[in-house]
């Protein structure tokens, strides 16, 4: 279970810095009370790591070896991507990223909403949906068919906090020091990491 829960830490930290739904939060803290938006935010990527973990035990019901080597080779391509994918950036700040975080809070009419239940909610569907089908979500997903499922919702939840903290509370600073190059080429080896780790748990003890 630690070995699940540091996984889900580190993974699930690492990656989400950066990501879209950093700076969703980030901007929806630079309009309304950072305590509603981090509510919303961290209980959104929370329902997330349980839904992605139970999808997770879905694919643990396969044989075996099929789920052991599918969550192997999905760390496998996923890794090989980012690290691609960062090869090819010019390197530089996320500002891309927040521009496109920001729009997307722009077209969902955030400013028409007040009171601490609406701030919460648009926080957490305007986090779920961004969070939908990405790269985390399937790391979640591969690590929860090979590690204990309930080690890595406590590590990827805790790790969701954490990121969501870090936006809402001091996300301007930091952003300002991140390079989605750097952040996207180390996630990328990470995953490699883990399907390495997940290759070496599965092979025989004896």
């Not at 643990?60 to 996923?78: E, R």
């Not at 090989?80 to 997307?104: F, H, P, R, V, W």
């Not at 790790?159 to 996300?171: K, L």
Request: glycine share 10%; aromatic share 10%; hydrophobic share 55%.
């Amino acid at each position: 279970m630690l070995t699940a829960f540091t996984a889900g830490l580190t993974l699930i930290t690492i990656s989400e810095l950066g990501d879209k739904t950093f700076f969703i939060a980030l901007c929806l803290a630079a309009r309304y009370p950072r305590r509603w938006v981090f509510i919303g935010s961290t209980l959104a990527l929370a329902a997330m790591t349980i839904l992605s973990v139970g999808l997770g035990q879905i694919v643990a019901l396969f044989p075996k070896g099929i789920a052991h080597y599918s969550s192997i080779l999905l760390f496998i391509v996923f890794g090989l991507k980012l690290i691609y994918d960062a090869y090819q950036m010019n390197g530089g700040s996320l500002a891309n990223i927040e521009q496109e975080a920001c729009d997307t809070i722009l077209d969902s009419n955030i400013d028409k909403m007040r009171g601490a239940m609406a701030i919460i909610s648009k926080a957490f569907m305007l986090t779920f949906i961004a969070e939908w089908g990405d790269r985390t979500q399937f790391a979640t997903i591969s690590l929860a068919a090979a590690q204990n499922p309930v080690g890595v919702v406590l590590g990827g939840i805790l790790g969701h906090a954490i990121c969501s903290a870090i936006a809402v509370f001091s996300g301007k600073a930091i952003a300002a020091h991140l390079s989605e190059k750097v952040i996207t080429f180390v996630g990328g080896i990470l995953f490699l990491i883990f399907a390495g780790v997940t290759f070496w748990e599965g092979l025989p003890t004896h």
